[in-house]
Nanobody, 123 residues
C-alpha cells in the first residue's frame, strides 16, 4: 500500500479545503481510513475516520460539524472536506489505512501512512 495525501495549502480563516488520499496500489478499498494531523510542538492527533463502505464515520470533537470525511472506492480515494477553517487547524495532515474495516481513533490501529500535506490557516 502506498498512500498519497494532497490538497493542502495556505488559506484564510473561514475558508475551505478538500484533502484527498489515494492508494496507488488500489488495496485500501477494504479497509478503514483515517486522517490525522500534527501541529508544530504537538503530538499527532486523530481528525476523522471512515469505514470501508463509507457509511461509518467518526470525528474528533474539534472538527465535528466542520469537517466531512468520505470515500469513493471506485476512484480508490478518501476525501476530507474542511470548512470554516481556523488557525488552530494548521498542521500537516496524514491519511492512514487501518488494519480493520472500521474507522478508529487510535493511531496504533493504522498500518500504512501517507507522506502528509501541509495545511496553513491564517487569521
Amino acid at each position: 500500500v502506498q498512500l498519497q495525501a494532497f490538497g493542502g495549502g495556505l488559506v484564510q480563516a473561514g475558508d475551505s479545503l478538500r484533502l484527498t488520499c489515494t492508494d496507488s496500489r488500489r488495496t485500501f478499498s477494504n479497509n478503514g481510513v483515517g486522517w490525522f494531523r500534527r501541529s508544530p510542538g504537538k503530538e499527532r492527533e486523530f481528525v476523522a475516520g471512515v469505514g470501508w463502505r463509507g457509511a461509518n464515520t467518526i470525528y474528533a470533537d474539534s472538527v465535528e460539524g466542520r469537517f466531512t470525511i468520505s470515500r469513493d472506492n471506485y476512484k480508490n480515494a478518501v476525501y476530507l472536506q474542511m470548512n470554516n477553517l481556523k488557525p488552530e487547524d494548521t498542521a500537516v495532515y496524514y491519511c492512514a489505512s487501518s488494519r480493520s474495516v472500521f474507522p478508529a481513533r487510535d493511531d496504533a490501529t493504522y498500518r500504512y501512512w501517507g507522506q502528509g500535506t501541509q495545511v496553513t490557516v491564517s487569521s
